[in-house]
T-cell receptor, first 115, second 112 residues
């Protein structure tokens, strides 16, 4: 069964350092999402891609966060510089659409701890 | 706007039934249910469309009341494997760029 791949699974960094997360969506899924999930909360959308184009990045803190999906397949989310409040789980999801319904499938996530 | 999930937590004994709810103040197009185990990714369970249809996944079923803009998830004869946090995600009825918005989740614990 096809899955969304993410790496690394865990990342510990010091504040002011740069970190990068990678996501490989399910093959054939044109839409890719990055979410941030704080402990005890639901996932919150950071950025949505359709192929290589950004569809929604209204909740992305653009002063420190950037995301790209250059060839419309895998994607990278970067934080520079990292802050203590960035500690969270970063989830990538990709979606398929059948009969007008979109289903999102999540990867295992990257748990970030900023010290 | 974030959907509201209730109750906040559920503790069950194996074999018992439970109902958890997801409500929105906005008119909805669809409700998506996910289960997340500790430290793992959310796993898709099912989608409910407006129209009040009911769906099932193993012994878990759900309904969508369009008048109340509320979806309920029914867990029947719960198993230990049902433990986890259940999130609903809602898609609003309008807006070209509408997005899936998740509730805070409900922690469900099934005990032997």
């Amino acid at each position: 069964e096809a899955e969304v791949a993410q790496s690394p699974r865990y990342k510990i960094t010091e504040k002011s350092q740069a970190v990068a997360f990678w996501c490989d969506p399910i093959s054939g899924h044109a839409t890719l999402y990055w979410y941030r999930q704080i402990l005890g909360q639901g996932p919150e959308l950071l950025v949505q891609f359709q192929d290589e184009s950004v569809v929604d990045d209204s909740q992305l803190p653009k002063d420190r966060f950037s995301a790209e999906r250059l060839k419309g397949v895998d994607s990278t989310l970067k934080i520079q510089p990292a802050e203590l409040g960035d500690s969270a789980m970063y989830l990538c999801a990709s979606s398929s659409r059948t009969g007008g319904l979109e289903t999102q499938y999540f990867g295992p996530g990257t748990r970030l701890l900023v010290l | 706007q974030q959907p509201v999930q209730s109750p906040q937590a559920v503790i069950l004994r194996e074999g018992e039934d439970a109902v958890i709810n997801c409500s929105s103040s906005k008119a909805l197009y669809s409700v998506h249910w996910y289960r997340q185990k500790h430290g793992e990714a959310p796993v898709f369970l099912m989608i409910l469309l407006k129209g009040g249809e009911q769906k099932g996944h193993e012994k878990i079923s759900a309904s969508f009341n369009e008048k109340k803009q509320q979806s309920s998830l029914y867990l029947t004869a719960s198993q230990l494997s049902y433990s986890g946090t259940y999130f609903c995600g809602t898609f609003p009825n309008t807006g070209a760029n509408s997005k899936l918005t998740f509730g805070k989740g409900i922690t469900l614990s099934v005990r032997p």
